[in-house]
């Protein structure tokens, strides 16, 4: 079983930054890869970034490219997500998920199987 708390979340201006985080529980973490996505109301859920096992792989949403920095640290078991000049539209709950066994390095929700609660992240204008 793997848990994840996601943590960071809150309320910035246009243009501010948060770094979200996400510690995730379980002795193979290291073999895990981990994603976010996020959720706007009324609105699917969409990938935001993903990072495989080893740090070696990353993939971005082209919506999210040069602002937002997916990371890790396995000594931590915790992911993380960066994001700088947030807008507006960056309104959602992000959710960070973990891929688990011999799968290949996915950006949909169908390739992830456990998921947290999620932290609530609001730009005001």
């Given at each position: 079983q793997v848990q994840l708390v996601e943590s960071g979340g809150g309320l910035v201006q246009a243009g501010g930054s948060l770094r979200l985080s996400c510690a995730?529980?379980?002795?193979?973490?290291?073999?895990?890869?981990?994603?976010w996505f996020?959720?706007?109301?009324?609105?699917?859920?969409?990938?935001?970034?993903?990072?495989?096992?080893?740090?070696?792989?990353?993939?971005?949403?082209?919506?999210?490219?040069?602002?937002?920095?997916?990371?890790?640290?396995?000594?931590?078991?915790?992911?993380?997500l960066q994001m700088n000049s947030l807008k507006p539209e960056d309104t959602a709950m992000?959710?960070?998920?973990?891929?688990?066994?011999p799968v290949?390095?996915?950006?949909?929700i169908y390739d992830y199987n456990y998921w947290g609660q999620g932290t609530q992240v609001t730009v005001s204008s």
């Open positions: 995730a529980s379980g002795r193979t973490f290291t073999r895990y890869n981990m994603g996020r959720q706007a109301p009324g609105k699917e859920r969409e990938f935001v970034a993903a990072i495989t096992w080893s740090g070696g792989s990353i993939k971005y949403a082209d919506s999210k490219k040069g602002r937002f920095t997916i990371s890790r640290d396995n000594a931590k078991n915790t992911v993380y992000y959710y960070c998920a973990a891929q688990t066994g290949v390095f996915g950006t949909s």
